[in-house]
């Protein structure tokens, strides 16, 4: 008995023009290279990180509108792109296929000196914020006892730590040096080369943009610095006000004098001797009750704007102060970042055996 067969119907494959198969097989060559090629533009990856760069330049190239200075509320923020900019830099690092570009481009070694002196400058900014804590803590002492040689000596000493602050926003400036190869947009690059040079462009933008707003952090600080402990510097030789206070009665008994003698000498004219040597006890006792009214407004004044001055400069260290705790852990955060970035290329250049 004979088994069954299944018919099946067969139809031959159309001819199509040589021009449409050539573009058809050239696309699925494209296809294939693409899925064993390197990470390009609009891998997520990648995207993520061009995306925090963009965000981490338009922080560095904003300018604060109501005042001449950012806030504290900025420098956050900005600490905080940055960090975010290294998360993303490391994710691009640990991908597997990042290996193979970072061993053969020659922009390697300078992405790894770029790293290491953006870690040198972090550290350096480290121990800043940690001295500059210790200096705010004694100024905001010295201005509660009111003790003028100490709080001299601890702004003289922010003043220093000011200026270390400005030497390392100098040092983060000019800490990236390494120029990206160009881009596979531009014409000049080959089409060889173009999966090559898509992630040492991105690496060197990614340092570039973490130098610039790394250099706008810390220059920003030293500013809101100086503008914090200005108010201060006032609170600090209290010897002139108390001199004028002490003093201001022998003004005020000359100019008595001057109209003293001119009276006597219209009086002399018009009354007798008697009333001339008597006269003038009457304006001595007028002239000290008002001098007497005078300084006691002049005191309560006085005092109160002393208060209400101190308590404002109190205010602005307190606030100082938490920022620069702020900014001092967002730092170490950041050094950390710096440090583990580097360690990867390294591990990426001297693979274990």
């Known amino acids: 008995m004979a088994g069954r067969f299944r018919r099946t119907i067969t139809f031959p494959e159309p001819k199509t023009d040589p ?6 097989s050239a696309k699925r060559a494209s296809y294939r290279g693409r899925s064993a090629s390197l990470p390009v533009r609009f891998h997520p990856i990648i995207s ?11 922080w560095s190239q904003s300018t604060p509108s109501s005042s001449h200075h950012r806030s504290f509320t900025s420098l956050l923020d900005g600490v905080d792109l940055i960090s975010v900019t290294l998360v993303s830099l490391s994710d691009l690092l640990s991908h597997p296929q990042s290996a193979d570009s970072l061993r053969i481009s020659p922009f390697t ?9 953006l870690a040198d400058s972090y550290d350096s900014f480290r121990t800043s914020l940690i001295n500059l804590t210790h200096l705010q803590s004694e100024t905001q002492s010295a201005l509660r006892c009111s003790d003028s040689p100490r709080l001299a000596s ?6 220093h730590a000011g200026k ?5 926003a100098s040092m983060a400036k000019v800490a990236v040096k390494t120029k990206p190869p160009p881009t596979p947009l531009d ?5 060889d080369s173009t999966d090559v040079a898509i992630l040492p462009v991105a690496f060197c933008d990614a340092a570039r943009a973490i130098g610039a707003a790394s250099a706008e952090l810390i220059s920003a600080l030293a500013a809101l610095c100086n503008e914090s402990i200005a108010p201060v510097a006032l609170f600090i030789d209290t010897s002139g006000p108390v001199k004028l206070l002490k003093i201001w009665w022998v003004v005020d008994l000359v100019r ?17 001797v008697k009333l001339i040597k008597i006269w003038w006890v009457a304006d001595l006792v007028r002239w000290k009750s008002r001098a007497r009214r005078r300084a006691m407004e002049k005191n309560k004044h006085g005092e109160l704007e002393v208060r209400i001055e101190r308590k404002m400069a109190m205010e602005n260290l307190e606030v100082l102060e938490n ?16 440090v583990i970035a580097r360690v990867s290329v390294l591990n990426i250049l001297t693979p274990s055996i």
């Open 19 to 24: 021009a449409c198969r050539a573009i058809v």
């Open 48 to 58: 993520n990180l061009d995306d925090d760069v963009a965000s981490l330049r338009s």
């Open 109 to 117: 070694d300078p992405f790894l000196d770029d790293l290491m002196r």
């Open 154 to 159: 601890a702004l003289r000493a922010q003043c």
């Open 164 to 168: 270390d602050i400005i030497r390392i």
């Open 187 to 191: 014409q000049s690059a080959s089409p």
């Open 256 to 272: 008595w004098k001057s109209r003293a003698q001119k009276r006597a000498q219209e009086r002399k004219e018009q009354s007798s």
């Open 323 to 338: 920022c620069i705790a702020a900014l001092e852990n967002g730092s170490v955060k950041v050094f950390r970042s710096l």
